[in-house]
C-alpha cells in the first residue's frame, strides 16, 4: 500500500464503543458491535443491547482490516463478526484471538501480524493486574492515534516511547465505571483519568468511547456504581480539543 495522507477521518458505528477509521488507504474497523447484545459468560451475569441502533453493516464500506482491542464480548463481538466477508483479516490481542479461534474464525491473527502501511501496536498495562484492558496504537511515521477504550495508566517508561511523536487522536473513556474488587474493580477509571492521559500523550485532539449508559440485566448492573461524563464539568487544556462524535457522521482532523 502507499504511504497514508495526513488527513484522519473517522466516525462511531455504534454509540458506545464502535469505530471506522479511514487513513491514507487503510480502512479499519475497531471493535465492531453492530446487531444483538451483548453477553458476558450467560445472561443472568451480564447482558446489554446498545442504547441506539448502530450503523447498518450495508452502510460501511468494506475494511481491509478489523480489530479487536479487548476480550470481552462488547469489543470482540462474534455475532458481529460472523457477518463479515471471511476475507477480512481480524487482528486482535492474544485473549481475543484465542476466543475466536475456539469459534472457529479463519483469517485471525495477532496486532500486527498482518502486512499492512499502517503499524498497529499493543500496550500493555505496567502493572498486569487482572482485569487487563489493553490499549491500541496505530501509527504511520511520528503520527499516531492512542485507542484506550477502558482508560490506560502510562507508566514514565511507557511515556518515553511518544517523545517526538504527535499523539493526533485519542480515544477514551470518561465514565467511571466499578464493580466490586471480586468482579474486577475499576472497569472505566473516568474522566479525570483520562484527561490525564491525553496531557501525558500531549494529544492534539480526544473523542470519547464506551461512555453509553446501555440497557441491559444481570448482576453486572445490579452491583455496578457509574458516573456518566458531565461535559459542562470537564476542561480540556491546549493543546488538547474535544472532537465531538454525537452522531455517525465523518469527522476529519
Not at 493526533?168 to 474493580?185: A, E, K, Q, S
Request: hydrophobic residues 40%; negative net charge; proline residues 7%.
Amino acid at each position: 500500500m502507499s504511504a497514508p495522507s495526513s488527513t484522519i477521518r473517522l466516525r462511531r458505528l455504534n454509540m458506545d464503543n464502535s469505530w471506522e477509521i479511514h487513513w491514507g488507504e487503510e480502512r479499519i474497523l475497531l471493535d465492531p458491535w453492530l446487531i444483538g447484545p451483548e453477553i458476558d459468560g450467560f445472561k443472568q451475569f451480564n447482558m446489554q443491547w446498545l442504547s441506539q441502533p448502530a450503523v447498518a453493516l450495508d452502510q460501511i464500506a468494506e475494511p481491509n482490516r478489523i480489530v479487536i482491542s479487548q476480550p470481552y464480548s462488547d469489543h470482540c463481538h462474534e455475532l458481529t463478526l460472523h457477518e463479515m466477508p471471511s476475507s477480512i483479516n481480524i487482528e486482535g490481542v492474544d485473549r481475543a484471538i484465542k476466543r475466536l479461534t475456539k469459534q472457529g474464525f479463519s483469517s485471525v491473527g495477532g496486532i500486527g501480524d498482518f502486512d499492512e502501511s499502517l503499524k498497529m501496536t499493543v500496550m500493555q498495562p505496567y502493572k498486569a493486574k487482572p482485569p487487563l484492558y489493553e490499549a491500541l496504537v496505530i501509527s504511520w511515521n511520528n503520527d499516531f492515534i492512542f485507542y484506550a477504550p477502558h482508560g490506560f495508566g502510562l507508566h514514565p517508561s511507557q511515556i518515553e516511547a511518544f517523545r517526538d511523536k504527535t499523539c493526533r487522536l485519542l480515544i477514551t473513556t470518561f465514565t467511571d465505571f466499578r464493580l466490586p474488587f471480586f468482579l474486577g474493580g475499576v472497569i472505566n477509571p473516568g474522566a479525570d483519568a483520562a484527561l490525564r492521559l491525553a496531557q501525558q500523550l500531549g494529544a492534539e485532539y480526544v473523542t470519547n468511547t464506551h461512555d453509553d449508559a446501555k440497557p441491559g440485566k444481570g448482576l453486572v448492573l445490579k452491583l455496578a456504581k457509574v458516573e456518566y461524563p458531565n461535559w459542562d464539568m470537564i476542561i480540556f487544556s491546549p493543546p488538547q480539543k474535544r472532537l465531538v462524535a454525537e452522531n455517525y457522521d465523518w469527522m476529519e482532523i
